[in-house]
């Protein structure tokens, strides 16, 4: 009798050695490195189950012990990921338990896409439609069709996108990026209406919009962005238009090729502040918040005119003689 105990005994002792060996050797397959010996891009498709997963993961090499991977949803169903669906990055080195945390997190491969300030809504499409991995709903629609999907349907699009550089992952659409932007935009114009002056000419955030964008498109230099405002707000009080060259190349559209001529000043276009009064319609691009701010607050002061430098600054005048010696010297003798 005692010596079937012994026996048995031995046995459960063998038993539980086995299954505690074959127990770590489990956990060291997941724990084993990747076979990757560089920075690898991992997909996880919609609607796929973790075994597909695993068994893509090992026919593509990724892994080896695939069995390990699969025993883990008997053994350690807790520690199954919920997979979320994107890319995801592998480096050389990662364990399988670290694969397993990655791909249940959110840590996807995201791209970036940049808006300038400065540029217009047709140029922010035409970038949309060229970045990768972007699923491009509004591709050959027009820009009504976009804005009626964006739920300002009859809005004009220019200038309500906030330019800034946004993240996107693949699958994210282009109408999600738009509706972003277009988001920001209104909630820094509400921002800066706020702190406005007293005494603007312009009266609505709107009239704040345009404004910002013919001082965004007239100078880079950070500095001189609520001089220009402060030119534009004395000519309007003073009745004079506001002749500034953007709005005349924004009213010209695709015929524009890097020259303004006499004519196309003279040119009656909605647009063009050399024939009308007061501000054009519409924004002409997309502004930043500095132009905003500065359209909101401009400098105080006495001139009346601006000339480029040819050094990406200005040359600010109270008087018209004053400005055309300006002129004579920045352009003419140039």
Known sequence: MWRLVKVL????????????????????????PLDLDASTLYE?????????VVADLAS?????????FRLLTRLEPQS????????????????GRELLELLGSDRVVTYPLTIPEGWTFRQMRDLLDG????????????????MALLDREGQHPEGWFFPDTYRY??????????RQALTRMERILEEVWAERDDDLTIETPYEALIMASLIERE??????????AGVFKRRMESGMRLQTDPTVIYGMGERYDGRIARADLQED?????????????????MPGRASLEAAVNPLPGETLYFVARGDGAHHFSRTLREHNNAVNRYIRNR
Do not use: C
């Open 269 to 285: 276009t909605p647009y063009n502040t050399y024939t009308i009064d007061g501000l054009p319609p519409t924004p002409i691009a």
């Open 9 to 32: 005994l031995v046995l459960a002792i063998l038993a539980a050695g086995s299954l505690f060996a074959g127990y770590r050797y489990w956990e060291s397959r997941l724990e084993a």
């Open 60 to 68: 593509q090499g990724v892994i080896e012990d695939d069995w390990a």
């Open 219 to 228: 100078t880079s230099a950070p500095e001189e962005r609520r001089e220009i």
């Open 169 to 178: 992952h693949k699958g994210v659409s282009d109408l999600e990026i738009l």
């Open 131 to 146: 970045a990768p991995k972007l699923d491009n709903r509004t591709t050959g629609l027009s820009d009504a069709e976009v």
């Open 44 to 52: 996880v498709p919609s609607g796929a189950g973790f075994n597909h």
């Open 80 to 95: 199954v990921p919920s997979l979320r669906v994107g890319e995801y990055r592998l480096e050389p080195g990662m364990t």
